[in-house]
């Protein structure tokens, strides 16, 4: 069946520090990949997404690379900043499965 | 663009009694709408998935007499918990797709029953 797995937090990190959050993926075909952050409270907001592999999705200095041949779609942000403390969910939307999110604190 | 409303964000309710909860597309049609539930520090659990006009698909486990839901419109879909009890106490999140892969997610509604 489908699946995805995501690194395990809580992550704490110093500001300016680099992040990586694993996140692999089982499923048929290539489906598309997303990311999603989640403020406490709140809906879900879409950070980036890859259709194909070897693509790459960025948004707001996160990146994260379709790896077909890893199933993966690591996230990767060279410099967190304080206001990226939330939530981050790896996703297979055409099968609605999310990972289980992996909380973010990022300490001044 | 592509913005989803969920109203209300906040309920509280008695044992015993229904809710309604409304998700609107905003800015497109919504030919497909999903409801998920998330219990506190988890993940999203899919409950089910309604087309315009169609009757809903539900997820293994979710009861559909309990959770119904209503997608009468292209840009509106609800649902209705009924009977509710503490236990439906959760956070309920809508998405709603314009027929593309991606889905566009609303606020959330916290249902709290006592």
């Known amino acids: 069946g489908n699946s995805v797995t995501q690194m395990e937090g809580p992550v704490t990190l110093s500001e300016e520090a680099f992040l990586t959050i694993n996140c692999t993926y089982t499923a048929t075909g290539y489906p598309s990949l997303f990311w999603y952050v989640q403020y406490p409270g709140e809906g879900l907001q879409l950070l980036l997404k890859?259709?194909?592999?070897?693509d790459k999705g960025s948004n707001k200095g996160f990146e994260a690379t379709y790896r077909k041949e890893t199933t993966s779609f690591h996230l990767e942000k060279g410099s967190v900043q304080v206001s990226d403390s939330a939530v981050y969910f790896c996703a297979l939307l055409s099968k609605s499965t999310f990972g289980d999110g992996t909380t973010l604190t990022v300490k001044p | 663009g592509a913005v989803v409303s969920q109203h209300p964000s906040r309920v509280i309710c008695k044992s015993g009694t229904s809710v309604k909860i409304e998700c609107r597309s905003l800015d497109f049609q919504a030919t497909t709408m999903f409801w998920y539930r998330q219990f506190p520090k988890q993940s999203l659990m899919l409950m089910a998935t309604?087309?315009?006009?169609?009757?809903?698909?539900?997820e293994q486990g979710v009861e559909k007499d309990k959770f119904l839901i209503n997608h009468a419109s292209l840009t509106l879909s609800t649902l209705t918990v009924t009977s509710a009890h503490p236990e439906d106490s959760s956070f309920y999140i809508c998405s709603a797709s314009g027929g593309l892969s991606e889905q566009y997610f609303g606020p959330g509604t916290r249902l709290t029953v006592t």
């Open positions: 309604s087309n315009e006009g169609s009757k809903a698909t539900y």
């Open positions: 890859a259709t194909k592999a070897d």
